[in-house]
């Protein structure tokens, strides 16, 4: 580690400390494609990868950072059971229920995608609904999109009976992907619009199925692309300015994406353009995008002549709707 | 740097980490920079913030954090009523404040006794924030570890001064600024280090000449 001393800060000192002091040196985070080399150079799996440089960098043992990462999942399996509630409306009392009225469909067998994806789509309309109530969640990466990462880990860990400690771990994968893109990109609806979000969400979960399901690091790279592909362009145009429409569904969505883009990637099938030249598209997009389309509520859906009038019900009059 | 817990995090109440969240630290923030029981708050919102604070909650958010309640407190959503209890009295400002990010809040606190104090912070999403002035001084603290604030007179050798006491005493410095208001005057020091800051190297630090103060703000 560097230290300061009198006037002198040379980041090429620090660098050279860095290297002889730990042999290797620290992963940066700024590209998948290096992480994923990293991962099989060590022959390790990104989660373990990630969490041993994590604990170095936290200066603590990663039995402490474990077990952090395992109340939070705990955390998220609770807040799918909060927003399972029938009754429960929002605050702005604009949605609520949703998530029961999957799960009914679900129970019955009468959901059309199958088991895996009608569970997987009832917690993340689940957790989600509990953020809109002001309940108690896990922002992953954000609270807009909070509900992806947990349906997609607790569904296929629930389906195959996946030990808790491999789900949890699998969280550490899930977290490298989200810190790449924060890093290069954006993970923010106000900076980079849903594709920022709801986006990055799914391409964590995607990259995090992979694994759990006995994928590649590579496999998981393919599949963090594919996912962030497929929702690149999504603007942020929440009525209201409440995360609520179109947010909740949107986490369904982001979800069952996450399976898509996992489901290919274990099928072998890669993805043309590169994760990292992704997520590069994706800033990209973010800044072309009119402010009016991120987190302001002065376009897209909220603009509509029903957005304006759900808004106007909440607040008495709309601030946004110009 | 950014780190695991930041993407797979915090533990919240919603429903917005860059509305809710994230404006409960800045409230936390400006709270402790007054060190003492704020009885008054005036609040500026830019931007993002200045154009949706209602619908997202952010303004019971700010309050919430003023009130030094943690993120994941399940009275966020009653603030409101919280700070009536406890005889803060509030205002809110929408305004526009140049160059700063979308998510944008400019805190004002006073205490009983008058004191004062100016915290501006935005929120960078996943309820991440970066405090960019802390009254007259422009900062750049991420709040997620002890930083230690040094104001002193802008002669040679203060930085040597200090960061010999921090080396001596084993504290590791992960980020560093200075800034002055003009050469001669007074500068400030924002250090941001690893792990915990014991208070009594901050006497030390103060015990030196040309030092005016030595505050350790813990890690929010
Ligand atoms: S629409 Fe905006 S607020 Fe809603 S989930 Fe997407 S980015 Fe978040």
């Known amino acids: ?322 | 740097m950014l780190q695991a817990f930041d993407i797979i995090g915090p533990i919240m109440i919603g429903p917005s980490s860059s509305h809710t969240a994230g404006a409960v630290r800045i409230g936390k923030y400006a709270r402790s920079i007054l060190g003492t029981t704020p009885v008054s708050a005036l609040i500026r919102f830019s931007g993002s913030f200045a154009k949706t604070y209602k619908g997202h909650g952010t303004d019971k958010a700010v309050i919430a954090g003023i009130l030094g309640m943690e993120t994941d407190d399940e009275r966020i959503r009653t603030s409101f009523d919280v700070a009536e209890e406890e005889g803060l009295k509030f205002t809110f400002e929408e305004t526009e404040i140049d160059g700063a990010h979308p998510n944008t809040a400019e805190i004002i606190l006073k205490d009983a006794a008058g004191k004062e104090a100016l915290v501006q912070g935005a929120s960078i999403g996943g309820g991440n924030i970066i405090i960019n002035r802390i009254n007259d001084t422009v900062t750049s603290i991420s709040g997620k570890s002890d930083t230690l604030i040094v104001p002193h007179e802008d002669v040679p050798g203060m930085v040597a001064v200090v960061s010999n006491i921090l080396a001596g005493n084993g504290v590791n410095i992960h980020g560093f600024s200075l800034c002055r208001d003009h050469k001669g005057g007074t500068a400030v020091m924002t250090i941001e280090i690893d792990g915990n800051i014991d208070e009594s190297i901050s006497k030390v630090i103060l015990e030196q000449p040309n030092i005016l103060a030595a505050t350790v703000l813990k890690a929010i």
Do not use: W
């Open chain 1, 1 to 322: 580690m560097c230290k300061i001393a009198g006037n002198e800060i040379s980041l090429l000192y620090c660098f050279l400390l860095n290297y002889l002091e730990n042999g290797v040196l620290k992963l940066k985070y700024d590209s998948l494609s290096v992480l994923v080399k990293e991962a099989e150079k060590q022959n390790l799996p990104l989660c373990k990868l990630i969490l041993k440089d994590q604990a170095e960098v936290a200066e603590t043992e990663e039995k402490v950072l474990f077990e952090n990462m395992k109340r939070s999942f705990t955390v998220m399996r609770e807040s799918v059971e909060t927003g399972l509630d029938p009754h429960e409306r929002s605050a702005s009392g604009l949605t609520g229920g949703d998530a029961f009225k999957m799960n009914e469909a679900v129970k019955a067998n009468k959901n059309i995608c199958g088991k895996i994806f009608g569970e997987a789509m009832v917690k993340a309309l689940a957790v989600s609904q509990t953020n809109a109530c002001m309940g108690r969640i896990v922002a992953a990466p954000t609270a807009g999109s909070c509900g992806i990462l947990p349906a997609a880990l607790i569904t296929i860990s629930d389906d195959r009976n996946i030990p808790n400690d491999d789900v949890v771990m699998s969280l550490f994968t899930a977290s490298a992907v989200g810190m790449v893109i924060a890093n290069k990109a954006s993970i923010a609806g106000a900076e980079g619009g849903c594709q920022a979000e709801c986006g990055a969400a799914s391409a964590m979960a995607a990259a995090a199925l992979v694994e759990l399901c006995g994928g590649t690091p590579k496999q998981s790279e393919h599949a963090c692309a594919i996912a962030l592909k497929n929702i690149l362009g999504l603007v942020c145009d929440p009525v209201a300015g409440l995360v609520e429409i179109p947010c909740i569904k949107r986490n369904a969505m982001g979800v069952a994406n996450a399976f898509v883009a996992a489901e290919l990637a274990l099928a072998g099938i890669e993805s043309a353009i590169p994760a990292d030249e992704v997520i590069y598209a994706m800033k990209k997009i973010g800044e072309a995008m009119s402010p009016t389309l991120k987190e302001t509520a002065e376009g897209g859906l909220a603009a509509t002549p029903t957005g304006k009038k759900l808004c106007e019900k909440v607040f008495g009059s709309c601030q946004n709707c110009k």
